[in-house]
């Protein structure tokens, strides 16, 4: 069974940074792409960032420029800086991959989410 675990949340002040990382394990031929997703109340989960194993890369229209996505493929692992952080950006931030199960199918895993809060 395929796992992911995010790290990396926590509270800052506005204009501070954090980095969340995931990690992905168990068993699959290959990830084919990871991104970072948040739901906000009310709201329908929404794509933060995503990369894939060739490099491809996919941001919100509001985070372009202030976040920015990175993987290390030997480690299963994608990153997600985040810099210059508003009040705005406090949500559960939640990693998904998109993973080879086999040579045709593939599936969506998630993480349980890392809290991401800003204020002061």
């Known amino acids: 069974q395929v796992q992911l675990v995010e790290s990396g949340g926590g509270l800052v002040q506005p204009g501070g940074s954090l980095r969340l990382s995931c990690s992905v394990s168990?068993?699959?031929?290959?990830?084919?792409?990871m991104g970072w997703y948040r739901q906000f109340p009310g709201k329908q989960r929404e794509l933060v960032a995503a990369?894939?194993?060739?490099?491809?890369?996919n941001y919100a229209d509001t985070v372009k420029g202030g976040f920015t996505i990175s993987r290390d493929n030997a480690k299963n692992t994608v990153y997600l800086q985040m810099n210059s952080l508003k009040r705005g950006d406090t949500e559960v931030y939640y990693c998904e991959a998109d993973v080879v199960l086999r040579l045709v199918d593939r599936a969506d895993d998630w993480g349980r989410g890392t809290q991401v809060s800003v204020s002061g």
């Open positions: 168990g068993s699959m031929l290959s990830i084919y792409a």
């Open positions: 990369i894939t194993s060739g490099g491809r890369l």
